[in-house]
């Protein structure tokens, strides 16, 4: 059975504070792994998809990295905006056909001014 | 190009009755996954459909349904309702279908509190 453990659970930052969210996994053969975000009321946002050990990935002030058992959400000069919950999932390479992503259950980033 | 939408965005309803939540894909995209959010379990995958048919199911009970239609829109079923499924029900569809990783894209959700 697919596992994803995200750390912290919550996290407070000052603007301008860089730091990195963890996402481990356990999975029968990794197919991709997500990184989301999530504001509250709304649906998860897609952001990055990662395939293989050593990928790496940039958009803004976030850099996804992946790694055989984890990845990590690196936030560099975060601002109040990058407030939200970061979601973690995986998918497994299953027997043919779709497989439902397994979600972690997020950490939840605030970033004070 | 449009995102996901599902419709209602909020629903009340009574124990033992049933519901139909509907989703409709990004233009193009022929495949669709329904997720329950709560804030004890988080996000966990319902089915998803691809061309009308159900390709995988997660580990839900029978009381939990859903179809597509031929144009990827796409319905789930909840019936006898209990208060456990008070939940944020979210649809994503997907551009891809056949094997291969693929990006979900997630809609608003609907939220659904049964009293």
């Known amino acids: 059975e697919d596992q994803v453990t995200q750390s912290p659970e919550a996290l407070r930052l000052q603007e301008g504070e860089s730091s990195s969210l963890n996402c481990s996994y356990t999975?029968?053969?990794?197919?991709?792994l997500f990184w989301y975000r999530q504001d509250p009321g709304k649906g998860p946002e897609f952001l990055f998809t990662?395939?293989?050990a050593g990928e790496e990935k940039e958009k803004e002030r976030l850099k996804a990295t992946l790694t055989k058992k984890e990845s990590f959400l690196h936030i560099t000069a975060p601002k109040p905006e990058d407030s939200a919950t970061y979601l973690c999932?995986?998918?497994?390479?299953?027997?043919?056909?779709?497989?439902?992503?397994?979600f972690g259950k997020g950490t939840h980033l605030i970033i004070q001014p | 190009k449009a995102g996901v939408t599902q419709t209602p965005r909020y629903l009340i309803k009574t124990r033992g009755q049933q519901v139909t939540l509907s989703c409709s894909p990004i233009?193009?995209?022929?495949?669709v996954s329904w997720y329950q959010q709560t804030p004890g379990q988080g996000l966990q995958f319902l089915f998803e459909?691809?061309?009308?048919?159900?390709?995988n199911k997660g580990n839900f009970p029978g009381r939990f349904s859903g179809r597509q239609f031929s144009n990827s829109r796409s319905e789930m079923n909840v019936s006898t309702l209990e208060l456990g499924d008070s939940a944020l029900y979210l649809c994503?569809?997907?551009?891809?279908?056949?094997?291969?990783?693929?990006?979900?894209?997630f809609g608003p959700g609907t939220r659904l509190t049964v009293t």
């Open positions: 999975v029968s053969g990794l197919r991709g």
């Open positions: 459909y691809f061309s009308e048919t159900q390709r």
């Open positions: 994503a569809s997907s551009p891809l279908g056949q094997g291969g990783s693929y990006e979900q894209y």
């Open positions: 990662l395939y293989s």
């Open positions: 233009s193009g995209h022929r495949s």
């Open positions: 999932a995986v998918q497994s390479r299953g027997g043919g056909g779709a497989d439902g992503l397994t």
